[in-house]
């Protein structure tokens, strides 16, 4: 008897340990640190018009290389740099163009001697067949010598205009006055033919390269008016197409449309993500497929895609998504993100499924 007493005060006093130890761990958890957050809701989800992300270039960029292969002296600008048409960029080894050019000057040399004494000489033949003293064939031959001496120098000299040419790939000159903007090599490295060096663009006249899927690229026409908006500094920038592609061969099914922006006050940069608003109803059929959330805000664990949500308690919550097509820094969401369901975009601290959370205004 005083055993089976002995054995059920145990089996409480355990059951008694368990439920105080779920408890704390219980409590651990709720008591955790509050994580401020931002949200948003998915965009497009109630946009009537056709809308498509897009990326700001500058309207005149360009990528500097050359054609020559050698050692990078010297790189006499820094990313940010302002420069003028025509500064000297980027200075590549040309010792081995010296040396041809130093040739090349000795053979016009050479050959400017071999074409004036063949000149003298045919002036002298000249004179004498006109006055009946020299032959018909001595005549013919100083022509054809002095003829062969003048093609000669000429080309000597188009060799010396080659040579200058290369110099040209070895001076990296700026194309147009505008930014640095990039650098892809360092001094001491091999430049190679074809190989970016710098990143150049001329400040001021910028476009935005858009996508448009394949079932509403037929109702956009150059010269529509557009409104272009970017998110980064909060402003809407008036736009005209004016271009239309009409291959997707190497897009994906999307179909590039080029927007010239208005010249504004806005501090606009190149690489900037955009959002261009069509004055274009979308279709029944495609209108409530543009849920739309940012990259940035996407959760990976292996193979699955998700994003942050808050629960009616406050805290967050993962959700698997399923991802359609890109769009700049947009993806489309084909599931698992309601319309008008807010995800997490931003927090001040870790996120894990259970965190408490606070919604920043």
């Given amino acids: 008897m005083k055993k089976t007493i002995y054995t059920l005060a145990l089996a409480t006093l355990g059951l008694f340990a368990t439920s105080c130890g779920s408890d704390e761990k219980k409590e651990a958890i709720n008591e955790g640190p509050v994580v401020p957050v931002r949200v948003e809701t998915p965009s497009g989800a109630g946009e009537r018009f056709l809308t498509a992300s897009g990326k700001i270039e500058a309207v005149n960029s360009a990528n500097l290389s050359t054609r020559m292969m050698g050692f990078i002296e010297d790189i006499h600008v820094k990313v940010g740099d302002k420069v003028n048409k025509g500064e000297l960029l980027v200075s590549i080894n040309n010792s081995d163009l010296q040396a041809k050019r130093a040739q090349v000057n000795a053979g016009i040399t050479e050959a400017e001697a071999a074409y004036n004494n063949a000149k003298k000489d045919y002036e002298r033949f000249k004179a004498l067949y006109e006055k009946e003293s020299a032959s018909q064939k001595e005549m013919d031959d100083q022509t054809a010598r002095f ?119 806005a501090k606009l940069l190149s690489g900037m993500y955009a959002t261009v608003r ?23 664990r292996g193979d699955l895609q998700g994003v942050y949500t808050v629960s009616s308690q406050n805290t967050a919550m993962l959700r698997w998504l399923r991802l359609g097509r890109t769009y700049g820094d947009q993806v489309e969401v084909l599931s698992g993100l309601n319309p008008e369901e807010a995800y997490i975009v931003s927090a001040d601290g870790k996120l894990f499924n259970g965190a408490k959370v606070s919604v920043k205004e």
């Fill in 147 to 265: 003829e062969m001496a003048k093609a000669r120098l000429e080309a000597a000299k188009q060799m010396k205009n080659e040579v200058n040419s290369q110099f040209a790939y070895v001076n990296i000159r700026a194309p147009f006055s505008g930014v640095i903007t990039n650098k892809f090599a360092e001094e001491g490295t091999m430049a190679n033919p074809g190989q970016p060096l710098l990143a150049i663009e001329s400040p001021g006249k910028f476009e935005v390269m858009a996508r448009v899927p394949e079932s509403e690229i037929s109702r956009i026409e150059t010269g529509t008016k557009v409104d272009v908006n970017v998110k980064s500094i909060d402003q809407t920038i008036p736009g005209t197409v004016s271009e239309v592609s009409t291959s997707a061969r190497n897009t994906g099914g999307q179909y590039m449309v080029k927007i010239a922006l208005e010249d504004t006050e």
């Fill in 278 to 300: 069509f004055p274009i109803e979308k279709k029944e059929e495609t209108a409530s497929q543009a849920v739309m959330i940012p990259q940035d805000a996407i959760i990976t």
